[in-house]
């Protein structure tokens, strides 16, 4: 017999936790030429206190917080030591973790991704990862339902924000659509009939061309990420997702990053892009 649930279902999670802190994510990706801004050198060290610097700032104003992996797996061990800290320390301000690692594998293997990330026991174990969906949608079945049996989600690669996923996304899948819709009509079946919405999200790039994709059956959260660095703008959100618009989570990472080391202007930074994306919604 499967546990029974941990919590109540990621979409729940997220819904609430947007109510009260707003649907802005933002992410924590310790480039190196930002750890060399920010006067730290570049050792585990330096990542450490990057990175709870940001938690320190934002950890108990932000919905999401979403650590880029890359970044720690490049110390090895130390930088994974980091990243649970990291993990343990946003959720305990109150910060749902978002970890971005982008997994996608057979799904025999895939089970393992899922345990290392959304079973309970898991160092790891986050609110929700980032899956690609090129091993095929279905292989992601073990992250879908461990995710969704423990109350955590996952966010599935649709249309991503960079120049490069052009083509392949916008091709043309056997069913008809392009890639990218097949990707969100897919997890909008698998959200079917969940409330208030389900723990399949979509990552949709906010650099995207407007009304490119159809959200309106997803049922589910939509990252966008491509905010500030990668040009896109909060006015933007509007024309992009439409309608979908209370469904999305703005994300940035670099645009709110540029402005530590000092926790208040990081803080004064967030709440003036959470502002600008507050008017933007209810314009
Ligand atoms: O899954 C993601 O988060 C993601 C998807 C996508 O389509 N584009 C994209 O930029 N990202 C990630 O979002 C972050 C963007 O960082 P900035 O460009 O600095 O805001 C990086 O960690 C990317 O890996």
Not at 110 to 122: F, G, H, K, S, V
Not at 195 to 213: D, N, Q, R
Not at 244 to 250: G, T, Y
Request: with cysteine; proline share 6%.
């Amino acid at each position: 017999m499967p546990d029974a649930p941990l919590r109540a279902g990621f979409g729940a999670r997220l819904a609430e936790a947007v109510s009260r802190r707003g649907p802005l994510c933002v992410g924590i990706d310790p480039h190196p030429s930002l750890l060399h801004a920010w006067q730290l050198g570049e050792s585990p060290q330096a990542l450490e206190r990057f990175a709870m610097t940001v938690v320190e700032a934002l950890a108990d104003r932000v919905a999401l917080l979403k650590p880029q992996s890359a970044f720690f797996e490049a110390y090895g061990s130390a930088g994974i030591a980091v990243l649970e800290k990291v993990i343990a320390e946003s959720q305990q301000a109150g910060a749902l973790v978002l970890l971005d690692v982008k997994r996608g594998d057979i799904g025999s293997t895939m089970t393992a991704y899922a345990m290392a990330y959304l079973d309970e026991r898991a160092p790891l174990a986050v609110d929700a990862i980032t899956v690609s969906p090129y091993l095929g949608y279905g292989s992601l079945a073990p992250a879908i339902g461990l995710a969704e049996q423990n109350g955590r989600g996952v966010f599935v690669l649709a249309r991503t924000s960079n120049p490069e996923g052009v083509g392949l996304q916008q091709s043309v899948h056997g069913s008809g659509d392009t890639v990218g819709q097949y990707i969100v009509d897919s997890a909008a079946e698998s959200n079917l009939g969940k409330e208030p919405m389900g723990h399949v999200g979509v990552v949709a790039g906010a650099t995207i061309p407007a009304g490119e994709l159809d959200f309106s059956d997803l049922n589910g959260p939509i990252l966008a990420p491509g905010l500030g660095a990668q040009g896109a703008t909060v006015k933007d959100l509007k024309a992009v997702f439409g309608r979908a618009l209370p469904h999305v989570l703005p994300t940035t990472s670099r645009d709110v990053l540029r402005h530590g080391p000092e926790v208040k202007s990081l803080r004064d930074t967030h709440t003036r892009l959470a502002d600008d994306i507050n008017h933007q919604l209810n314009d």
